[in-house]
């Protein structure tokens, strides 16, 4: 038996058609073993026993789909395939050809649920354009396979399908850029309406016709073969803001006497996504690259060297130690690497310092929620984005990062959303409640779906814990404010976790003599 979403909804290898019931089997079949609540919750929010919907869904599929679904009294699981599930894998095999053979249309696309809950409606838009992305890479890598082969105009074909993907999200400028360069090597049709797309952007191409196929005509190779910014990870939405800190953070690496700068920040401000953006827009500058290292998944510090290994496409030979060779290898290069996320391994920071010590041009840019406390450290904290002032007039607020961001991702929620004069004054409460952090306002307008701007204001005003994401292509850290705090809160001592507590009654934030009469904070625990 295999579960076939993309493109539709069935369960091949079984006699079964009834919609909710396969919903259901697919969303654990993706997702893992979930409670019955949850469930019973998210599909039958309205049912006068939700418990009991979700019992009489698991009978028929029991019935009609013998062993497709496994089920105690607290919790339900699968274990039947899933096309989406191989079709992840093969991607991260990077196997193009199957990836896209198994790609047979958006998730889930002729299924039609009336009535179903708004967290299972987002959780199907969700994944249906978390998966069109990944597809759409495929696409643009595939393309760019065959243009290296001189295949041009079968690339620009591939470079087609993967700028008009139903279900896709938006174009970031990385990927237009290799969009564009697939469809200018092939002359195809569409290259005036993506250039005008790119506009929106404040993207104006130049290159011609020839230099497109030199560029694509370089091999492709190993894991950081491609041009500079293609061996750079994307995302899947538009970066907003932050010129003065994208100019500072290139100034400060400039200069001779900074090695190591590090971006720091409460969970959620945007660190990583602002130094990913450095990385690209560094790109070129660094004559034996820039490379991004996600730290965020790793267990141990002594992993790092093997990390890093990884993203510069060095195997690691025998026994010797990793740090040892990737020191070797990295030697007098001229580079950028772009550590992420580093605040869970700061307990052994000497390898970054050792780093720097043996690679004399090397540059480093760390994200971490808390500075490395090096002597070779330059810090650099960052805030949320830029929040309008309280009854600034319209045309001034709707300018303000914050609010962009909030109409941007509202848009994304709701095609049909539009920051009107009426919504935009709670868009920019929202904002404020939130203080401009990015992670805030993209939880926040994620619920334009169901809310108005006034009702999510409201909800806001109410609890944090309203802002959360049933996403599928969230990082578990980013599911809502609640857990990003929970998350710092495990990386402080308990030393510090009981002056927090104390701190908390003041919750507009506090100075330091009133911080140290409550709680006796002392100003190197604060
Ligand atoms: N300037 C920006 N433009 C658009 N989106 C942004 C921007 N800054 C942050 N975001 C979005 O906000 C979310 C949080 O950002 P990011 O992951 O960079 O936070 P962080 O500070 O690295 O958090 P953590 O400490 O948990 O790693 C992400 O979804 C990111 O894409
Ligand atoms: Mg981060």
Redesign the pocket.
Known sequence: MELVTLGGLKLDGADFVRVKPLLLLTYVALEGTRDRRHLAELFWPDAADPLNSLAAALKQLRRYAPGAVESNSARVSSAVGCDATTFLRAVEAGDQERALKLYQGPFLSSIYLPGWSAELEEWVYGTREFLAGRARNALVRSGEQVAANGRFEEAAKYGEAAYTLPGAPELEPEELTRVYTLLTAGDSPHLPRLRKDAQGYGIKFSFSHEAAREQLRRPLGGPSSGTPSQRLPT?G??????DIELAEIANQLEKPDCSLLT?T?????????????VAHDLSERYLDGVYFVPL?ALGHASLVPSSIAGILGLSLQGSEDPFIQVTRYVGDKAMLLVL??Y?HLLESVTIVAQLLHVCPNLKLLV???EHLNLEEEWVMP?EG?AVPTENLPPAEASYH?AVK?FA??AKRARLSFELTLEELPHAVRICRQVRG???G??LAAAWVKMLSCQEIAQEIEHTTDFLTSTRRN??E??KSIRA?FE??WRLLTPKEQGLLRKLSVFSGGFKREAATEVAGATIPLL
């Open positions: 995302r939405t538009s970066f907003i803001g932050r971006l920040g409460p969970g959620g401000v945007g660190k990583s996504r602002l130094a990913l953006r965020e992420d996320n605040e994200t971490s929620r960052l984005l990062d961001l941007g991702r952090l990015p992670l306002i993209e969230v990082s850290r980013h990003v998350g710092s």
